[in-house]
Antibody, heavy 118, light 110 residues
Framework: QITLKESGPALVKPTQTLTLTCTVS??????????VDWIRQPPGKALEWLAS???????YYSPSLKSRVTITKDTSRNQVVLTMTNMDPVDTATYYC??????????WGQGTLVTVSS | QTVVTQEPSLSVSPGRTVTLTCGLR?????????PSWYQQTPGQAPRTLIY???SRSSGVPDRFSGSILGNKAALTITGAQTDDESDYYC??????????FGGGTKLTVL
């Protein structure tokens, strides 16, 4: 059974850097073709794709956030880490990680709500 | 400015058919965009319904189907049920390993 679980701070202050971890179980991050993505959703608003990292280490970013976001993975822990710098209240959202496989996001974490406030 | 467009809201009577669409502000959606569709109920993570235009995810009822209609991707619910009342999002592959979601459609079944 494949599961993903997000973890990280629930509250960050403006200008701080956010670090979120996605722990993946049931599939290795080195399995050919496997990607893990971060997707966020501000309260009451739409989903927004942020970044992907693939089994071979290639990573890709939303053009609108590329300067602030970094995605990395730790294959020994089977974890994917998202870092977002210079956080602002508009970045308040539920952050999801999801497996990217065969043209879909097929397994999603439960999401973690991050509030940006002083 | 939403690049990927969806109807903000739609309503359908139980048992009737409804089609949700996913377009581009500029240009046409084709199978090359590998459209996928997700259903989300309040407080829950999205659930994958359709991927690669018209492939149904495991466990998804066959009343959900995907297609290309004209210049848009489409999700059709045939025989809508009250349980189908949810938010629906499409996602498009924009090339270069970049994805974009639509603004979502709030579907009411009544």
């Amino acid at each position: 059974q494949i599961t993903l679980k997000e973890s990280g701070p629930a509250l960050v202050k403006p200008t701080q850097t956010l670090t979120l971890t996605c722990t993946v179980s049931g599939v290795s991050l080195t399995t050919s073709g496997v990607g893990v993505d971060w997707i966020r959703q501000p309260p009451g608003k739409a989903l927004e794709w942020l970044a992907s990292i693939y089994w071979n280490g290639d990573n890709y970013y939303s053009p609108s956030l590329k300067s602030r976001v970094t995605i990395t993975k730790d294959t020994s822990r089977n974890q994917v880490v998202l870092t977002m710098t210079n956080m602002d209240p508009v970045d308040t959202a539920t952050y999801y990680c999801a497996r990217n496989w065969q043209w879909r996001f097929d397994y999603w974490g439960q999401g973690t709500l991050v509030t940006v406030s002083s | 400015q939403t690049v990927v467009t969806q109807e903000p809201s739609l309503s359908v009577s139980p048992g009737r058919t409804v089609t949700l669409t996913c377009g581009l502000r500029s240009g046409s959606v084709s199978t090359n965009f590998h459209p996928s569709w997700y259903q989300q109920t309040p407080g829950q993570a999205p659930r994958t319904l359709i991927y690669n235009t018209n492939s149904r995810s495991s466990g998804v009822p066959d009343r959900f189907s995907g297609s290309i209609l004209g210049n848009k991707a489409a999700l059709t619910i045939t025989g809508a049920q009250t349980d189908d009342e949810s938010d629906y999002y499409c996602a498009l592959y924009m090339g270069g390993a970049i994805w974009m979601f639509g603004g979502g459609t709030k579907l009411t079944v009544l």
